[in-house]
């Protein structure tokens, strides 16, 4: 089976598996999903919502986070982990957009991409999420479902990015690697594929060769 076709399958499997898409971190705009992604590093996007319901309330725009200090942000998010480098780069991204986009996120994904502490993941995801661009999110579900599935040989994010935008088409790359977040929860675990509830195992190379 060809990458595209064995991907195209996956795409319409997940489809009827999870029909509802969507991000799992909460935000009502660009900046708070810019704040929550970098916090979700290493993070279950469960406990940032809790930490950036507290940190959005003391904090409601991108101004009042560019005027508190680093130690201050970082009172709120240590517990996400990693909170001193998070809440400098948080700190440094919110000024950065006062400066040069009076406050708000370009929708720009090598604009948003040069922001302080930002890689493609969250470039993509903001691109994806709010404005509804094309976007793929290469996330740990990711790389590694798309790699049992045979989707693609690498490992390295960047990689695997190309290798999806050559077979995923851009209208259902965005949802689709939401769905490989839930699919990647729910049933494809990384310890302990359950893989006879697998929607999609009939396109699964893994699968495919453990039948053998």
Not at 65 to 85: D, F, S, Y
Not at 87 to 108: F, Q, S, T, W
Not at 133 to 146: G, Y
Not at 156 to 166: A, F, N, Q, S, T
Request: net charge positive.
């Amino acid at each position: 089976m060809r990458k595209k076709e064995r991907a195209l399958g996956v795409i319409e499997g997940l489809k009827k598996e999870y029909p509802l898409a969507e991000c799992t971190l909460d935000y009502a705009n660009a900046w708070q999903l810019l704040v929550g992604v970098r916090l979700a590093a290493q993070c279950t996007d469960a406990r940032v919502n809790i930490v950036t319901s507290e940190l959005f309330e003391k904090y409601p725009s991108p101004a009042a986070l560019a005027a508190a200090t680093p130690e201050e942000i970082e009172a709120i998010v240590k517990p996400c982990g990693l909170g001193r480098t998070k809440a400098r780069d948080i700190h440094l991204c919110m000024n950065e957009l006062i400066e040069k986009y009076d406050g708000n996120v370009p929708d720009d994904f090598d604009k948003v991409l040069a922001l302080p502490g930002v890689g493609r993941k969250s470039a993509n995801l903001i691109m994806g999420d709010v404005f509804g661009k094309p976007a793929i999110v290469t996330d740990t579900h990711c790389i590694r479902l798309c790699g049992r599935m045979g989707l693609t040989k690498n490992k390295e994010p960047k990689k695997v990015e190309m290798d999806l935008w050559k077979i995923i088409p851009p209208e259902e790359s965005n949802d689709f690697c939401h769905r490989l977040v839930l699919h990647g929860r729910a049933v494809c675990d990384a310890r302990k594929p359950q893989c006879d509830r697998c929607a999609v195992k009939e396109y699964c190379e893994t699968f495919a060769k453990q039948q053998k």
